[in-house]
């Protein structure tokens, strides 16, 4: 019998002027990354959307967000809820509670932190790790879900930097 718990994860190079800039994004403007990110990109993330009473920013415990996003041609989401937040160590936790990952994983979260270079400060690493159980021995990993999650942060890169 196979473990039904893992992870998967990854880091990631970025010159997004600061470790900072780059975590407002994925805390306080989720919503605005589709426009952030390359057409191609786009065809798998079409959408982000924020939820509760102040649908515009997110960056609270407890701020709802669904990622619409395609694997294998067909749309899909991700809802979830950010479950914790450490500023000062630009870290934050989304939890899934709902949509197309619920089917075949009984719990996932996704691990955002980044860290400045030490001596650049232009310079940082992305740190990603998604967390899972899945609902049988027969789901894969989910590493199709996290090369996305890679393509996004190259592309958001590449616009914090234009």
Not at 13 to 23: L, P, Q, S, T, V
Not at 49 to 77: M, R
Not at 86 to 109: A, Q
Request: aromatic content about 8%; hydrophobic content about 35%; cysteine-free.
């Amino acid at each position: 019998m196979a473990n039904k718990f893992g992870k998967v994860e990854t880091h990631i190079d970025i010159k997004a002027g600061g470790a900072e800039r780059f975590y407002d994004v994925f805390l306080n403007r989720p919503h605005h990354i589709p426009n952030m990110i390359t057409s191609q990109t786009r065809a798998k993330l079409p959408s982000v959307d924020l939820h509760g009473d102040d649908h515009q920013s997110g960056g609270e415990v407890g701020t709802l967000v669904s990622w619409n996003y395609i694997q294998d041609g067909k749309a899909k989401v991700a809802k979830e809820i950010i479950e914790a937040i450490d500023k000062e160590n630009n870290l934050v936790t989304w939890k899934v509670i709902g949509g197309d990952l619920r089917e075949h994983y009984k719990s996932f979260k996704f691990i955002l932190q980044i860290t400045s270079q030490s001596g650049d400060q232009a310079s940082s690493v992305v740190h990603w790790i998604l967390e899972y159980e899945k609902v049988n021995d027969n789901v894969p990993d989910p590493h199709a879900l996290l090369q996305l999650v890679i393509d996004i942060n190259k592309d958001i890169d590449a616009h914090l930097n234009t």
